[in-house]
């Protein structure tokens, strides 16, 4: 992860250095935007939680974190000048930094200077385990796991993707809010009472819900949401397109909600499943 955020930082840097070059200042805020909000603060510090609790002075997470602060504050200075300069000043001091008594007589952060951080092949990867995260998310979603971390399986019918998902094993349980995450081999059954994903054409998910879902509970909830899309549906397919209205948009909306209609019968098959195999699950 320590890589990942350190490869992402340097990217950030580029995109910025090539949007104050092309006068695109809007390229330069998107990129510090999505850097701060959905690498750093979304994707980073919450896989890094685990690490910072269970070790009290872990070596690799603040003095990284350090970096992605001082380095992203002096990239966004150009643009929000008085809040980085106030949140700059708040760093600790560290030897090696640049020795500036002020945010904005400190080195630009220089694209060249960061190069040596930049591995796309190892973000190309993480975008993988994202894609996981996002899989898993939408499980526990559908099967309203509010508290409960299921085991999550892994099943991959390429070598290589099963290597790819072992260097993230764990953040792939924090981001997803899942418990023990394992490899299932290839051609092996599934566990009886898990739910399965697909990922893409090689690689499968499955996620534990015996014992987590009561289904006499969630089955008339899931009714009842899926009256309403029902609804949505209807309605939507009955209305005339109004004067303006994008036909492209509104086939958009329709396939959003057969799509979650699609979802809600899945799930709605597989609590019918459970409630044959496990009348007694432990939670709720």
């Given at each position: ?39 750093l ?38 643009l ?61 979603a ?11 399986l ?26 023990a ?13 898990w ?47 109004s004067e303006?209205e ?21 799930a ?17």
């Amino acid at each position: 992860m320590d890589a990942w955020i350190l490869s992402r930082l340097a990217r950030t840097a580029h995109e910025c250095e090539r949007g104050f070059l092309t006068r695109e200042l809007s390229l330069v805020a998107h990129a510090l935007h999505h850097f701060w909000l959905h690498n750093l603060c979304d994707v980073y510090l919450e896989a890094s939680k685990p690490v910072l609790s269970h070790s009290p002075c872990p070596p690799g997470p603040p003095q990284v974190l350090f970096s992605c602060a001082d380095v992203g504050l002096r990239l966004l200075a150009p643009l929000m000048p008085f809040l980085a300069e106030e949140l700059w000043q708040r760093l600790p001091h560290r030897p090696g930094g640049p020795p500036a008594p002020s945010i904005s007589v400190a080195p630009y952060p220089s694209a060249q200077s960061l190069e040596h951080w930049h591995q796309p092949e190892l973000e190309q990867h993480f975008s993988r385990v994202q894609e996981a995260v996002q899989v898993l998310r939408a499980l526990r979603a559908s099967y309203q796991l509010t508290k409960a971390r299921p085991r999550v399986l892994l099943q991959s019918s390429e070598p290589g993707e099963q290597g790819l998902f072992e260097a993230f094993l764990e953040p792939l349980g924090t981001l997803g809010h899942c418990g023990a995450v394992g490899f299932l081999p290839q051609g092996a059954a599934a566990p009886s009472g898990w739910v399965q994903a697909t990922l893409n054409d090689t690689t499968q998910i499955y996620m534990e819900l015996q014992g987590l879902v009561d289904p006499q509970t969630h089955l008339p909830l899931l009714a009842s949401r899926r009256l309403k899309l029902q609804k949505q549906l209807d309605n939507l397919e009955a209305r005339t397109p109004s004067e303006g209205e994008a036909e492209t948009q509104r086939q958009q909306r329709l396939s959003s909600l057969q799509l979650e209609l699609s979802k809600l019968d899945r799930a709605v098959s597989h609590l019918r499943q459970l409630m044959d195999m496990s009348p007694n699950p432990r939670e709720s």
